[in-house]
């Protein structure tokens, strides 16, 4: 096993070199796909992801982790070494290869093996020797978690991910609407939480959202042209952000600042790209199209509107599809308020339904019931059932900072605290 799985990552890394992945596994060649010559600071573009090691046409613009800039989860050590000038180590260098060699203590990898959910998917896995196959992660895969990342960049975000907190997500997507795939979705990445064993996840490039009275770096990232329309510029430090394609003009989706409430609490926050949704949308048709469990959905409210609250641990446990990290747990905002569900919703379910690889049929029937605006009474969240605290507790603990407000967080699945913007 251990032989084809190096065989087969040797495959993949013939992308880095220009060679078309669907020439030589898998799917059969199609003829216009041989892209252009690119910069020798670009990456190269395809259009595939790897899921259990099949590739899966999207028709949005993939870099995977074998190819420059090489945002390669699996890489022991930092991707960006410390500026000072130090020994070159070979966990500096990219390599085309994924699988760390040789291998690292399970605390220097910024990944996991996925924990079967269920006895009869450990009982399939065990039969496939240990090996997913796109059919059975299609049983133990059912929930899409979106991110932003508060970094403004993928490549900031892979820095601050991989080599600064040892965490990881399936997916970048850039302003640009490049996506870089960090890991094969087999992967156990961390991300979010109770969710990890489930789920794939994306981080989308974008500074954020903030509440009242916090602080706000819009005036570094946005401005207005002169007729008044909102444009996107990256701040100076950043350089040319490493953006595959620069967007003319880079701006949000939608004019002027969005506002809109999560947990109960207003943030602020700015659209993402266009190109970031149409990418989103695609990718997650395609995840859709092999991950038949990932529903393409959004949790709602009784209003109909986007559900603006995290869900209780027994409506976290029902769900299939789409969900933001503030779904998942009630520490974090992201998306935010801007982000559009029902676009993103409509766009992928149009371009599923244009392709329909596998049997797809575009109504909400399979939609659950609507859910309460508010948390229910004698509810807990899912991160919080598996900390151990029960409603009475959070009850006492919830009427305990009530008063004392009168009076005057990572994704590995601990209960450590990591402070700092978006902590996983």
């Not at 220009?18 to 573009?45: D, H, I, K, W």
């Amino acid at each position: 096993m251990e032989k084809i799985k190096k065989v087969f990552f040797a495959a993949i890394g013939l992308l880095a070199f220009g060679v078309p992945l669907a020439c030589f596994t898998f799917v059969g060649c199609q003829s216009g796909q041989s892209g252009s010559m690119q910069s020798e600071n670009r990456p190269s573009v395809n259009d595939v992801i790897m899921v259990a090691g099949r590739a899966v046409h999207t028709g949005a613009p993939v870099v995977l982790w074998t190819e420059a800039p090489y945002y390669n989860a699996y890489a022991v050590g930092p991707r960006f070494p410390d500026p000072k000038p130090k020994a070159t180590t070979s966990a500096s260098q990219p390599s085309v290869f994924p699988i760390p060699t040789p291998k690292a203590p399970d605390d220097e990898l910024t990944y996991g093996s996925r924990r079967p959910r269920t006895p009869e998917i450990e009982k399939q896995l065990k039969d496939a020797g240990g090996h997913w196959t796109p059919e059975l992660l299609g049983q133990q895969v059912d929930q899409f978690v979106i991110h932003y990342d508060v970094c403004g960049t993928s490549k900031v975000c892979f820095r601050v991910l991989h080599d600064d907190r040892k965490l990881s997500v399936h997916f970048l997507l850039d302003l640009d609407g490049t996506i870089y795939q960090t890991l094969d979705v087999t992967e156990r990445a961390y991300h979010a939480t109770v969710a990890n064993d489930r789920s794939v996840g994306i981080e989308i490039a974008q500074i954020g959202a903030y509440q009242a009275g916090d602080f706000k770096p819009f005036a570094e990232w946005y401005h207005k042209d002169w007729l008044g329309r909102t444009r996107l510029t990256l701040p100076a430090r950043f350089g040319d952000g490493a953006l595959r394609t620069v967007p003319s003009p880079m701006a949000p989706a939608r004019n002027g600042i969005i506002r809109g409430p999560i947990n109960g609490q207003l943030y602020s926050q700015y659209d993402f790209t266009p190109q970031q949704y149409e990418s989103l949308a695609r990718l997650t048709a395609a995840l859709n199209s092999v991950l038949p469990n990932v529903k393409i959905q959004y949790p709602r409210g009784t209003d109909g509107q986007p559900l603006a609250r995290t869900l209780t641990a027994r409506e976290f446990g029902d769900w299939h599809g789409l969900l933001g990290h503030f779904h998942v747990t009630d520490r974090k905002s992201d998306p935010g308020p801007a982000f559009d569900w029902p676009g993103v919703v409509a766009r992928a379910k149009a371009i599923r339904s244009a392709t329909p690889d596998r049997e797809f049929v575009p109504t909400d029937t399979d939609l659950p019931s609507l859910l309460p605006l508010e948390m229910p009474a004698g509810e807990v969240t899912a991160d919080e059932a598996k900390a151990g605290i029960k409603p009475a507790d959070k009850a006492a603990a919830r009427a305990k900072n009530t008063a004392a407000a009168k009076g005057s967080t990572t994704d590995k699945g601990s209960s450590k605290d990591t402070s700092g913007p978006n902590r996983k």
